[in-house]
């Protein structure tokens, strides 16, 4: 029997790489496991300044002025996301994050919540997956054929497509990273 665990798949659009100073603008959820995507959502949050670099827009190709029309306030979008995660977690469980170079994208989830006033702790696990170290280390083990270990390069080589205007987008990339960690799962075995 096979046991595998519900995650939380995360992905961020930020305008630019320091959390600390840099707007959050949107989040993509997807919870899922082994069996596929139970639920997903995006969450598009406005700021009053935005914060951001030319080359984070350049990335994101997000357009400020359609994005602060779509957007919530930050406690509205704090209420989506804590409405789509008491939907699919227990309220006293720590979900687990998973995601590609998470890190950088808990790390701006992290701040959004310090500036709501809530312990990122609180809900989230400390612990991460991430599908970049997976893809290091089965690389390392002889069993991944693939030099760069960026989300395009390992979507190409597992065959994981992404439309044009999803890529890049928090959604888009966070659906794609559900696929990738469990064809990642597959070559472990």
């Not at 602060?68 to 409405?83: F, M, N, T």
């Not at 390069?153 to 890049?168: A, C, D, M, T, Y």
Request: with cysteine; aromatic share 8%.
């Amino acid at each position: 029997m096979m046991l595998t665990n519900t995650y939380l798949f995360l992905d961020t659009e930020t305008g630019g790489l320091d959390a600390r100073s840099h707007s959050l603008l949107s989040l993509g959820l997807v919870v899922g496991d082994a069996s596929g995507v139970q639920d997903s959502l995006e969450i598009f949050i406005r700021h009053e300044p935005y914060v951001v670099t030319g080359g984070g827009m350049k990335v994101n190709r997000i357009d400020l002025a359609r994005h602060h029309e779509a957007a919530l306030a930050p406690a509205e979008a704090l209420g989506r996301l804590d409405e789509f995660l008491d939907r699919h977690f227990p309220e006293k469980a720590r979900i687990t994050l998973v995601g590609h170079n998470v890190a950088f994208d808990q790390a701006f989830l992290a701040a959004f919540l310090l500036a709501a006033g809530r312990d990122p702790e609180g809900r989230f696990h400390h612990r991460l997956v991430d599908t970049h170290s997976l893809a290091s280390a089965l690389r390392d083990a002889g069993k991944l054929d693939v030099q760069r270990l960026s989300s395009d390069s390992l979507f190409e080589h597992f065959g994981i497509q992404v439309p044009p205007e999803k890529r890049h987008t928090a959604l888009g990339d966070s659906l794609a990273t559900f696929e990738l960690y469990w064809k990642l799962v597959e070559l472990c075995r």
